[in-house]
């Protein structure tokens, strides 16, 4: 994992396989936003942060398994919203293991179900939540888009936000399986009106330059995308066809070598699709 300092307390790693997880050093300890997708990470992760203080708050961004499945393996209560807290259980044994499979060129090595349930969000929250240590303030935020529970924590002291999957430094949307688009514009506006210098993103690169204009376009390629989903519905396409002409509309750039991700074949938006034709409304009409 590489790791980019963002300020002299706060730390993201990069160029990972699963989620870019970072920390934040306080006076009273260390607080982790989310954990490291991969549990090959665990060890040399834990060992770095041992250095800098003691574990006191991990606070997950949302329940996609990436950004939680090593909770367990660091002691330390873990906060989500109220959502995620819920949504987390479907990540059951037989799914990580199959998901690893189907994502990753090289399976993670799940943890235990006990282990992985050790992790599972014992503090939640409906809307907001602060949280205060030192002369740290971290302001942990339901900002709903790539899922329902999606969070955002934005620590005003440093000027950084933590926005996780709601936000690419690329400036194309990505990732609508679990998606609420309409909310998710609602949720990139909001992110406009905090005084960052870093955006911390789920994946790839970190959004440290020209912040608001990455923000418009993210809205724009979200309602790009949703206003061809509308289209689609309202000619009456079926989900298997709307997928190749949204394909071909929005072809996808390969992911990073370094995250891992094994190769995606033909047809692998029909599942984001789908679930956007129920969102959307209407019958999904396969």
């Known amino acids: 994992m590489k790791t980019e300092r963002l300020t002299k307390n706060v730390f993201v790693k990069t ?3 699963g989620c870019n997880p970072g920390y934040v050093v306080t006076s009273e300890g260390v607080v ?3 954990a490291p997708g991969d549990p090959a990470y665990v060890e040399e992760y834990a060992k770095e942060i041992a250095k800098l203080g003691k574990i006191r708050y991990i606070i997950n961004t949302e329940y996609h398994f990436d950004h939680n499945m090593t909770n367990g393996f660091f002691d330390a209560p873990v906060i989500a919203s109220d959502i995620t807290k819920a949504l987390i259980p479907t990540n ?17 090595i799940v943890p235990s179900p006990e282990k992985y349930q050790k992790g599972w969000p014992s503090i939640t ?9 030192g002369k740290h303030t971290f302001q942990i935020m339901l900002l709903p888009g790539h899922t329902a529970g999606q969070t955002a924590v934005y620590i005003p002291e440093e000027k950084v936000v933590f926005a996780s999957d709601n936000v690419s430094a690329s400036g194309v949307i990505g ?17 406009k009106t905090l005084d960052v ?36 519905k309202a000619e009456g ?6 997928a190749e002409l949204y394909e071909k509309m929005f072809p996808e750039k390969p992911p990073p070598a370094s995250e891992g991700f094994a ?4 047809g692998r938006s029909r599942f984001a699709l789908a679930h956007l034709y129920q969102v959307i409304g209407g019958n999904t009409g396969y």
């Not at 059951?92 to 993670?108: H, I, V």
């Not at 190769?263 to 033909?266: D, E, F, I, N, V």
Request: overall charge negative; charged content about 30%.
């Open 197 to 232: 210098r870093c955006i911390q993103t789920g994946h790839g690169d970190l959004l440290t330059s020209n912040i608001r204009s990455c923000l418009d376009q993210l809205s724009s390629s979200l309602r790009e995308r949703v206003e061809a989903v509308e289209k689609f």
């Open 237 to 242: 396409i079926r989900v298997r066809e709307a």
């Open 175 to 191: 990732g609508l399986h679990d998606a609420l688009p309409y909310t998710w514009q609602e949720s990139l506006e909001f992110l």
């Open 15 to 17: 160029e990972t396989r």
């Open 125 to 133: 929250f409906s809307d907001r939540m602060t949280l205060c240590l």
């Open 92 to 108: 059951t044994d037989r799914w990580m293991r199959q998901a690893t499979k189907q994502l990753y060129a090289e399976p993670f």
């Open 263 to 266: 190769p995606r074949g033909a």
């Open 32 to 34: 982790l936003i989310d």
